[in-house]
């Protein structure tokens, strides 16, 4: 196994790795860690108290970063007619019905989100096999099967980052930048969390958020103290 570098060692040596730090702390060793000649992306991991084989403790959702991701979303829009037109006035990057169904299938994927109507989900449907493996499939669940694509295509743009937890209860998502000011970033934080509190499901028992960490894409993990995530 390869060693850390000395700019990663560095980082290393400013962090506890025994102990969970408060938020505001935590951002702070996080953004003292980030040293890369790039603008690094911030994420959250959240350790659930959940089992998602069992349909009952799927946990799911959306959560809308008030500060934005820091990214630029290209997004896709199934839809015909009047709702097309709307989908391009909000901002949508690709738009059509069954010859964006063609493009797809041909191996054009040039997007990181995918909304459609309901009346265009026999044709979506079909994408399935392309689609769901790249968490792109439109759903309801996520607002990304809706009469109103303006408002969902709106919602991506503005940073609305999408949450599915992975089957050792794990849930995670990207959070902002490192160039983020540290109130930015526990802002969106705080609101990530407020989301996976929401979409707690009926058949989780005991501790629902059990540990949390944060970490940006060339820094060590920062462990946060999990009753500051909530404010």
Known sequence: MAK??????????????????????????LKSGATAK???????????GVDPRHADQMVRGTADLPHGTGKSLRVAV?????????????????VGAEDLAQQIQEGQIDFDRCIATPDMMPVVGRLGRILGPRGLMPNPKLGTVTPNVAQAVNAAKAGQVQFRVEKTGIVHAGVGKASFGPELLRDNI??????????????????????????????????????????
């Open 38 to 48: 790039f603008d690094e992306s911030v994420e959250i991991a959240l350790n659930l």
């Open 190 to 231: 705080r609101a990530f969390v407020d989301a996976v509190n929401k979409a707690k499901p009926s058949g989780a028992k005991g501790t629902y958020l059990k540990r949390a960490a944060i970490s940006s894409t060339m820094g060590p993990g920062v462990k946060v103290e999990v009753a500051t995530l909530v404010g």
């Open 4 to 29: 850390p570098g000395k700019r990663l060692r560095a980082a290393l040596e400013r962090i506890d790795r025994t102990r969970a730090y408060p938020l505001d702390e935590a951002v702070g060793l």
């Open 78 to 94: 199934f839809a015909r007619g009047d709702k097309a037109e709307e989908a391009k006035a909000a901002g949508a990057d690709l």
